[in-house]
């Protein structure tokens, strides 16, 4: 079993920043790819980016090119992401998910976090 616990959600203005953090407990964290999801009302839940077991690679959704960051830590067994240039369309739940693979879909992760919002003011 892998456990989840994301933090540092909360309500931005636009064109805000705010880092969010994932930290892992469990089975070896430096095992699993990690992705981040968000899911906002009444829509499916939606990959934003993955990351690899060491770091090196990365995949981003086309509408967070440019403003998020995703990386990781697993000296920490956390992983971040960094959100700039915050829109209000950005205002849903996030996620954290841990997979033996990754992948741009939930089924490919086994394990997720309780979600924390994030709320984009305009």
């Known amino acids: 079993q892998v456990q989840l616990v994301e933090s540092g959600g909360g309500l931005v203005q636009a064109g805000g920043s705010l880092r969010l953090s994932c930290a892992a407990s469990?089975?070896?964290?430096?095992?699993?790819?990690m992705g981040w999801f968000r899911q906002a009302p009444t829509k499916e839940r939606e990959l934003i980016a993955y990351?690899?077991?060491?770091?090196?690679?990365?995949y981003y959704a086309d509408f967070v090119k440019g403003r998020f960051t995703i990386s990781r830590d697993n000296r920490k067994n956390t992983v971040y992401l960094q959100m700039n240039s915050l829109k209000p369309e950005d205002t849903a739940v996030y996620y954290c998910?841990?997979?033996?693979?990754?992948?741009?879909?939930?089924?490919?992760?086994?394990?997720w976090g309780q979600g924390t919002q994030v709320t984009v003011s305009s």
């Open positions: 990351i690899s077991y060491s770091g090196g690679w990365t």
């Open positions: 998910a841990a997979g033996s693979t990754g992948g741009a879909y939930s089924r490919e992760y086994a394990y």
């Open positions: 469990g089975r070896t964290f430096s095992n699993y790819a």
